[in-house]
């Protein structure tokens, strides 16, 4: 059973940074594709950046220029890289991998930004 690991969120004032890792199980290039969700209260979860094995990037427009996601194959692990934090982009944040049809989820982070 695959598993995922986020770390790195927490609590940070408009404009900031904070940077999201998420370690797999196993390595990350058995994926077709690897991800960051959110959710924030009251809405529906929402893609906000996705990389897939070959190495394409693409990215929620509201989060485009701000965020990147990232990874280390060394380390099994993708990163979300958060800039210019907007307080509505406080969610829960998850990470996602997905083999063929097969999905996988780690418990996900919170991140809270403050004005």
């Known amino acids: 059973q695959v598993q995922l690991l986020e770390s790195g969120g927490g609590l940070v004032q408009a404009g900031g940074s904070l940077r999201l890792s998420c370690g797999a199980s196993e390595n990350i290039f058995n994926f077709n594709a690897m991800a960051w969700y959110r959710r924030a209260p009251g809405k529906e979860r929402e893609l906000v950046a996705r990389?897939?094995?070959?190495?394409?990037?693409t990215y929620d427009d509201r989060v485009k220029g701000r965020f990147t996601i990232s990874r280390d194959g060394n380390i099994n692990t993708i990163y979300l890289q958060m800039n210019s934090l907007k307080v509505d982009d406080t969610a829960h944040y998850s990470c996602?991998?997905?083999?063929?049809?097969?999905?996988?989820w780690g418990p996900g982070t919170q991140v809270t930004v403050s004005s």
């Open positions: 996602h991998a997905s083999i063929l049809t097969r999905q996988f």
């Open positions: 990389i897939i094995v070959g190495g394409k990037t």
